[in-house]
């Protein structure tokens, strides 16, 4: 059986981790909110600028995170960064 069968929406990873906003996260490793499902991609990188490398994800609930930078979207109500677009990227995609 697979992922559409059980109805779970398959992950166009990299599009999900670029509308993702950075949070801080516990730890040394970097992170980034996945709004719609409440989770957080954790990921490190081997120097300042080089490329995300997906450590796990994990539920975003138990997990303090330093979100505070975040907005409510009033449309979708999930959280995301204020980057001075339109619309935040979780209703941006229709
Ligand atoms: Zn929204």
Redesign the pocket.
């Known amino acids: 059986m697979c992922c559409e069968q059980r109805g779970w929406a398959p992950w166009d990873l990299p599009d999900e981790f670029d509308r993702s906003p950075p949070i801080g996260i516990p730890g040394p490793d970097y992170g980034r909110l996945h709004a719609p499902t409440d989770s957080v991609i954790v990921f490190k990188r081997d120097w300042l600028s080089g490329p995300p490398v997906l450590v796990t994800v994990l539920y975003a609930d138990p997990i303090p995170l330093n979100d505070d930078h975040l907005k409510i979207?009033p449309?979708?109500e999930?959280r995301?960064e204020d980057n001075g677009d339109e619309?935040?990227p979780?209703?941006a995609e229709d």
């Open positions: 979207c449309d979708c999930l995301y619309r935040c979780w209703c």
